[in-house]
């Protein structure tokens, strides 16, 4: 029997020319596709990653595109140190290689300056301040030492000579000075009238007088929307009363005015007499 025979008059043979066939198509398909895979990524065509950092955005997009390539954005930071809306880093780096299409992914510098809320850093220690300050992006500029019950505690942050409230919201990258007690000094200062302050302006009056702020307590414990509405309405030494530098004052609040003016009017009369 011939093979030619063997091929078309058998059950094997039938069988053998199907495999075959099978293997012949299975063959051009992987040609086929392997061609196409090969167009599709451009195997072994590479360019060459252009350095975009410092650039802003416009012109960088018009170089990327001429190469071939896309970016995208995918975070944002803020930095004085290089202009706003320009790109600090990239990914792939500056003359790495990489296929026609793909994208460079990068980092720009905020358009706009964002503003953090101040943390109230009174009474912790300069070093906890520096930490949280410095996690915040704000940079302690300089130490002013004055008298102070406790040492190496934070009395106050200033800017610019000016007290700052906690909760005010700063530039990311802008400076402040931290007010750090040294002890108790050995002269003695009067202690101020804060009744009807609240309590950002008491605490900036007993510093100008070297006190601190010792104990806050609220007739009604204050909510975060309440909290500047509080006013001194007792004090403790009274106002009038000489003590050291450094001593601490407590301070009684509410939301009562009534309290505080008849605290007034209670002093005044002593005054009086």
Request: proline residues 4%.
């Amino acid at each position: 029997m011939t093979f030619k025979s063997f091929m078309n008059e058998t059950k094997a043979g039938f069988i053998v020319k199907n495999l075959l066939v099978a293997l012949a198509i299975g063959i051009v398909l992987l040609v086929i596709l392997h061609s196409y895979l090969k167009r599709y990524t451009e195997h072994g065509i590479e360019v060459e990653v252009p350095d975009i950092t410092g650039m802003y955005m416009e012109e960088a997009e018009t170089l990327v595109h001429h190469e071939g390539l896309q970016i995208e954005v995918i975070d944002s930071t803020f930095s004085k140190k290089v202009p706003l809306g320009t790109i600090v880093e990239q990914m792939p780096v500056a003359n790495s290689h990489c296929k026609h299409g793909r994208s460079i992914y990068v980092i720009i510098n905020s358009k706009v300056v964002r503003q953090v809320p101040l943390p109230d850093l009174h009474d912790i220690s300069f070093r906890q301040a520096e930490a949280t300050l410095r996690s915040l992006n704000i940079n302690v500029s300089n130490y002013v030492y004055e008298p102070s019950e406790y040492r190496d505690l934070v009395l106050d942050v200033r800017r610019n000579g000016e007290s700052i409230p906690a909760g005010e919201r700063l530039d990311e990258g802008s400076s402040v000075t931290l007010v750090i007690g040294r002890g108790k000094g050995d002269v003695k200062t009067t202690v101020p009238n804060m009744i009807g302050k609240n309590l950002s302006e008491a605490r900036s009056l007993l510093l100008s007088r070297y006190l601190t702020v010792g104990m806050t307590a609220y007739d009604e414990e204050p909510t975060e929307e309440t909290s500047s509405l509080y006013i001194v309405y007792r004090q403790e030494p009274s106002a009038g009363t000489s003590i050291l530098e450094g001593s601490r004052v407590d301070l009684y609040l509410s939301t009562d005015l009534e309290k505080a003016i008849s605290t007034q009017d209670h002093h005044d009369e002593e005054d009086f007499f």
